[in-house]
């Protein structure tokens, strides 16, 4: 069974995978254990079912439980679809990968790759603290596939160590996205804010603030080094509401003592350091990209823990006895929508990006999942204090407010549309690259390179840019053009991996479903032909088998038939042979007969012996008659046994 109330049953069978168990069981959706049935491989299946206001029905399936739920669900569906899509374009030993995702049942599943191994989160449970080495390794890993997240524009929102899988091979992988749920959760108050105690920054408690991005994963993936360093249980970690609330009271002794304190020892202080830098309530005083924590964490190589670069990047100030470390940010580039310090004007961080972008250089966008539906305009980051200041009521001005709140306004008109500037030139900028791979024939690789990847960058900006939608279309009936190629050439499953690909890219395109109906058409016509072709064969080896089998009658009915021949030749030869030597006896005895008469007449007492012939004349008389029915009876027997061996050989054939 299944062991959950809601999971579909085990042997259930979707699009070609059957479902052996229930890995795990969410709010927002149910993981399984599935095989793919035509290969034998195992992979995780994740089904979209928010029990919050979705049901399972008779069966396989899924329901919203009222009309009134019809809408959010819906929606949930599409950014669940929107995530796998957007995860699909992944292809990243430390990230969980996605090979297909569809609509079933009245719902939707993600087919996601299996990986064997035990979780971070297991594994600290049996070791508790975690060698210096291991963990230099282990954030290596993350960082390197953390990096290509956020390139794209996409944050993961969960990063704890349930969510972190070590292979038993060695390497680490991220799994389980959170975008696709807090998005839902941004739009339905029936779904809680997506995070984890402990883990989670202060800005995440605020389900519809807009100021996440990399600090916000930095700070969750900050936690769980730190975890590994201290060796205590994620019930000792203080939740960052909790922490932030201590901190303004100055109440730090009853904070999180500082890594540099716990790891004293074991670790190299610039690691330590680097650590409780990732690891500030306040977002603005965290790293803004991977790239800058990583050069802090392990050094610019990134290859080693024992390096300590923020002794040059970093300022410690007192504070109750204690140290905190809050970097000077001189060498972080701007952070498109945020200010790099806090404190500088927005123009000026909008002028200094779009001087960035002149010379190479690439701002973050802040991005998720419910703006790449609703909005993609590039988001201000302000702090919980700023939002809650900007609540209070408006007092009346006096006129010279009235003429500065002018002045605000045009600066903030000018900044708007420098905005705008700066992301027509991005789209244009994206727009041409893409052109130039889907040229080159790059669709979808590689992985973090591609037509298809920075045609979906456009759209999470533009959500209808024409020319974007146009070039996943042309990139989706490329490789439908491609699949019917495969499918000429009785190659079906490359054909199968072309249209697989055409999914990732737009799941939703017309064409693709004609095209699977087709693919399973030809290939089912082709069993047919293969079928017909195969009985053919068989009847034909049937017809050559019985053939050859008559043709081995004959033959050994004519060996029969020889045998037999041969078998009465020998036979009259050994009659003839035996009248032949009965005769010429009989002539002997006949002679010798007559030969001892003449003896007994000239020499003997009496001449009628002369007449009466020789002693045993008298048996000469029928002699040859005898030896022929003697011969006559022996060639009987022997005809008799040649027929013996005749039937016999007959027999066996």
């Known amino acids: 069974m299944s062991g959950h109330l809601h999971a579909l049953p085990e042997g259930t069978e979707l699009e070609g995978y ?34 919050e206001f979705a049901v399972r029905a008779e069966g396989t399936t899924v329901l919203p439980k009222s009309g009134g739920d019809l809408d959010d669900y819906t929606w949930g569906l599409e950014r669940f679809l929107d995530e796998a899509r957007t995860l699909a374009t992944f292809d990243h030993p430390h990230l969980n990968k996605v090979f297909r995702f569809f609509k079933a049942n009245g719902t939707a599943y993600m087919v996601l790759e299996y990986i064997e191994g035990e979780t971070l989160s297991e594994r600290l449970r049996r070791d508790g603290s975690m060698p210096a080495h291991e963990l230099a390794a282990l954030l290596d890993d993350l960082l390197a596939g953390l990096a290509v997240v956020h390139r794209n524009g996409f944050v993961h929102r969960d990063i704890k160590p349930g969510n972190i899988m070590l292979r038993p091979e060695g390497g680490a992988v991220l799994l389980d996205f959170g975008a696709a749920r807090a998005a839902l959760g941004q739009r339905s108050k029936s779904i809680t804010a997506i995070l984890t105690p402990g883990y989670a920054p202060v800005e995440q408690y605020d389900q519809h603030a807009d100021d996440v991005g990399p600090w916000t994963d930095i700070y969750a993936l900050g936690m769980v080094a730190y975890r590994c ?6 019930a000792e970690l203080l939740d960052a509401v909790g922490r932030a609330r201590l901190q303004r009271k100055g109440e730090f002794h009853k904070d999180l003592p500082p890594a540099v304190e716990v790891g004293q020892g074991r670790y190299e202080e610039g690691f330590l350091a680097a650590v409780d830098w990732a690891i500030q309530v306040n977002e603005e005083d965290r790293p803004t990209s991977v790239a800058a924590w990583r050069a802090a964490l392990l050094g610019e190589g990134g290859d080693s823990a024992s390096t300590a670069p923020c002794d040059a990047a970093t300022r410690r100030v007192p504070a109750t006895g204690r140290e905190t470390v809050r970097s000077r940010r001189v060498a972080e580039p701007p952070v498109a929508g945020r200010p790099a310090g806090g404190r500088k004007p927005l123009l000026l961080t909008v002028v200094a990006s779009l001087l960035l972008a002149a010379a190479g250089g690439a701002g973050w966008y802040v991005s998720d999942l419910q703006n790449t539906a609703e909005t993609a305009a590039v988001t201000e980051y302000r702090p919980l204090a700023a939002r809650a200041e900007s609540a209070a009521p408006v007092e009346v001005q006096p006129p010279q407010a009235e003429v500065e709140a002018v002045r605000r306004r045009q600066r903030e008109a000018q900044e708007k549309a420098l905005q705008e500037a700066q992301k027509k030139a991005r789209i244009e900028s994206l727009l041409e690259a893409a052109d130039r791979h889907f040229a080159a024939r790059r669709y979808t690789t590689p992985p973090d390179d591609n037509a298809a990847v920075q045609y979906k960058q456009v759209l999470v900006l533009d959500p209808d840019n024409a020319r974007a939608r146009t070039g996943l279309d042309n990139i989706v009936a490329a490789y439908i053009d491609m699949a019917g190629l495969a499918m000429a050439q009785q190659a079906f499953g490359k054909a199968k991996q072309y249209l697989a690909r055409a999914e990732a890219v737009d799941s939703q395109a017309p064409q693709l479903a004609a095209a699977f109906k087709h693919l399973a058409k030809v290939q089912a016509e082709a069993l047919e032909r293969q079928r017909r072709e195969a009985g053919r064969r068989q009847q034909q080896e049937a017809e050559r088998q019985a053939k050859n089998s008559q043709q081995q009658l004959r033959s050994c009915k004519r060996k029969c038939s020889s045998a037999h021949f041969l078998c009465t030749q020998k036979v009259v030869s050994e009659y003839q042979a035996c009248v032949s030597k009965a005769a010429a006896k009989c002539e002997q005895n006949q002679a010798a007969c007559f030969d001892g008469g003449r003896d007994d007449a000239f020499g003997g007492d009496d001449p009628s012996a002369l007449y009466a012939g020789g002693p045993g004349c008298d048996e000469q008389v029928d002699c040859q008659s005898k030896a022929r029915i003697d011969c006559s009876g022996a060639e009987t027997t022997a005809r008799q046994a040649c027929t013996r061996e005749l039937r016999a050989c007959t027999e066996q054939c």
């Open 229 to 234: 360093i201290r060796g205590c249980r994620d």
């Open 18 to 51: 059957r479902i052996e168990r229930v890995l795990g069981v969410g709010g927002f959706a149910i993981t399984y254990l599935g095989r793919d049935i035509e290969i034998g491989k195992l992979v995780a299946i994740k089904e979209y079912l928010p029990n």
